[in-house]
């Protein structure tokens, strides 16, 4: 049965080191916010815990197991279904995944995306150099999902510069691409909405990211401005530099009209596959 209608509630974070303070900001959010069932809720990239270092952040993922069980009784309270931006989850070694998790209204993890494209990039901004995958175990799954809001595909930041992924979730069906992110302001300035509309517009979906915003403990700055897009590539909503959540409902019947008025799919002479 296709999808009719998608009630979302974005919440921009700036997120420190401490997963404590994160999570007790998500709740107060929450609590802020009158939420209907079904909502589904999304959170930026490295919400949890944003920290100065891969070792500090792996001491984190070591303790993923009791943050999940956390998250899942939230949500389980709360009737909400829960885009967890990403949790970093202890992989091999001294690494670990940047996880992006989606939980349902019932507390389940319902799917696991592993970050796939990592950020090694020399920015001129006050860190310089980021050296991603000094820490983080690269993914190779690509993660497409049901859920009461039609199909989502899930995807984390860097990824949206990889048009393919995003490809081969169209093929899957996606609908909502999720794409939680902490974008540099350099980068961002540059390239986050012409990145997002294009990958709204090739595959004719909605796109949600929800951003890190502002200067962080550890003197990183993030770009913020939280989005929703439209598949024709409009930007339905745009949280700037705020840290206010963004609730909308989604009308599936754009995605539909626009699928059917210009179907590029069946078009479409060429295949993704991963390298």
């Known amino acids: ?8 509630v974005v919440i921009p974070m700036c997120s420190g080191s401490v997963p404590e303070d994160n999570f007790r ?3 107060e959010q929450l609590n802020a916010i009158c939420i209907e069932s079904p909502t589904l809720v999304c959170l930026p990239e490295a919400w949890l815990a944003f920290c100065a270092n891969g070792s500090d952040t792996f001491d984190v993922a070591k303790s993923s197991d009791v943050w999940i069980d956390k998250i899942s009784q939230l ?6 279904w829960l885009h967890a931006g990403t949790i970093p989850i202890q992989a091999t070694g001294e690494k670990y995944y940047a996880a992006s998790c989606l939980f349902d209204d019932q507390g389940q993890l319902v799917a696991q995306y592993n970050k796939i494209h990592l950020f090694d990039a020399d920015v001129s901004d006050q860190s310089k150099r980021y050296r991603e995958s000094d820490f983080t175990e690269a993914g190779s799954e690509v993660v497409v999902v049901d859920s009461p809001f039609g199909r989502l595909g899930l995807s984390v930041c860097y990824d949206m510069r990889f048009a393919g992924l995003y490809q081969v979730q169209r093929a899957q069906k996606a609908n909502i691409l999720l794409v939680p992110s902490a974008f540099t302001t350099v980068t961002g300035e540059a390239h986050w909405l012409p990145l997002l509309q294009a990958r709204a517009i090739e595959t004719q979906c909605f796109v949600i990211a929800a951003a890190q915003v502002g200067l962080h403990q550890n003197g990183r700055e993030t770009y913020g401005h939280s989005v929703i897009i439209s598949p024709w ?6 949280s700037m530099l705020s840290l206010q959540p963004i609730q909308r409902q989604l009308d599936f019947t754009e995605l539909y009209d626009i699928r059917h008025a ?3 799919f ?5 295949k993704s596959n991963m390298i």
Request: glycine share 4%.
């Open 75 to 80: 949500c389980k309270e709360r009737n909400i």
């Open 262 to 264: 210009m179907p590029v």
């Open 1 to 8: 049965m296709r999808a009719k209608q998608a009630n979302l």
């Open 233 to 238: 590539g409009e930007v339905l909503d745009d």
């Open 266 to 270: 069946k078009h479409n002479r060429f």
């Open 25 to 27: 900001y998500l709740t």
